[in-house]
């Protein structure tokens, strides 16, 4: 699987729109690319995943760079539960998921 | 809540000993997956379950273990435990056999090894 650059940690204003980067230049073809959040003392949850085109769903929206080596996360309005810390993951069909380090997400009142 | 429950919520033990974490996966949800979480390593796969068979196997050391029963349950087995096995463990299930599924991880189980 590919291997992924995030920032370690970003801070956003609440009510305001978040944009968290991820790098992944070695992706194959064939990986989705998998959005997973982690709030303090809970289990990861999902987010969103795409291939190729931009999705969205009604927790962010996910935009995929043409040549797919990076994707961004957005979330349209930040909440103080939207502090996490988000993971990045290309993986292709039939592989498992390997979290890395992630984006801690502060939100400021 | 995720529909995934694991028991128990902590567990405190010694070095040398052994212990047995629950995983009740989502009604449906065929298979089920293993992670550790501890502070210097991150969030690690071990293995993967799909309808009671072995699926998948990551970073799992050789004193661990687990298990699907026939009712889809699983027990993560941890033995000879050192002190570096103090993490959370967490569980997810997912409906498919494929290991990247969406997943849906359980509250984890905090182990605390003295």
């Known amino acids: 699987d590919a291997k992924t650059t995030q920032p370690n940690s970003m801070e956003s204003n609440e009510e305001e729109p978040v944009h968290l980067p991820c790098n992944h230049s070695?992706?194959?073809?064939?990986?989705?690319i998998h959005w997973y959040r982690q709030l303090p003392s809970q289990g990861p949850e999902y987010v969103i995943h795409?291939?190729?085109s931009n999705v969205n769903n009604r927790m962010a929206s996910l935009a995929i760079a043409e040549d797919r080596k990076s994707s961004t996360l957005i979330l349209h309005r930040a909440t103080l539960r939207d502090a996490a810390v988000y993971y990045c993951?290309?993986?292709?069909?039939?592989?498992?998921?390997?979290f890395g380090t992630g984006t801690s997400l502060t939100v400021i009142p | 809540d995720s529909g995934v429950t694991q028991t128990p919520k902590h567990l405190i033990t010694a070095t040398g000993q052994r212990v047995t974490l629950r995983c009740s996966p989502r009604s449906g949800d065929l298979s089920v997956y293993w992670y550790q979480q501890s502070l210097d390593q991150g969030l690690q796969f071990l293995i993967q379950?799909?309808?009671?068979?072995?699926?998948a196997k990551g970073n799992i050391l050789e004193r661990f273990s687990a298990q699907q029963f026939p009712d889809l349950h699983s027990e993560l087995n941890l033995s000879s435990l050192e002190l570096g096995d103090s993490a959370l463990y967490f569980c997810?299930?997912?409906?498919?056999?494929?290991?990247?599924?969406?997943?849906?991880f359980g509250p984890g189980t905090r182990l605390t090894v003295l």
């Open positions: 070695t992706i194959s073809g064939t990986d989705y």
């Open positions: 993951i290309p993986a292709g069909t039939g592989n498992q998921f390997y």
């Open positions: 997810a299930s997912s409906v498919g056999r494929s290991g990247t599924d969406t997943q849906y």
């Open positions: 795409g291939l190729t």
């Open positions: 379950y799909y309808n009671g068979e072995e699926r």
